[in-house]
């Protein structure tokens, strides 16, 4: 599931660049601002309605593979010391990131 997550999230970046790039392409002279947040509304609405085409798909194969809303899992996951601190150094590292890229 986290790497169908990981996957979208690159495939949404991808789309939106590609929408943002042929627009660009298609624009002769400069925008105002009014014409901008529409421009923008559009492309919001349109990615957004490929996203829906797109978890639907991804919907139905899971079903002709066999998914019905279940998930099985072999053992249950629980937290450990280790995740702990994992996540915790995560934390930290990119709270230096953000301080660092001001």
Not at 25 to 42: F, G, H, K, P
Request: overall charge positive; cysteine-free; hydrophobic content about 50%.
């Amino acid at each position: 599931m986290l790497a169908m997550t990981h996957r979208y999230i690159f495939l949404l970046i991808e789309t939106a660049s590609q929408m943002f790039e042929s627009r660009q392409s298609r624009i002769v002279a400069n925008l105002s601002a009014s014409e901008q947040r529409q421009l923008a509304a559009r492309t919001a609405g349109v990615l957004f309605s490929k996203t829906i085409d797109l978890s639907n798909d991804v919907y139905l194969a899971m079903q002709s593979r066999g998914f019905r809303g279940q998930m099985e899992l072999i053992t249950e996951f629980h937290m450990k010391a280790v995740d702990y601190a994992a996540l915790a150094s995560f934390f930290i590292a990119a709270g230096i990131f953000i301080f660092l890229g001001r």
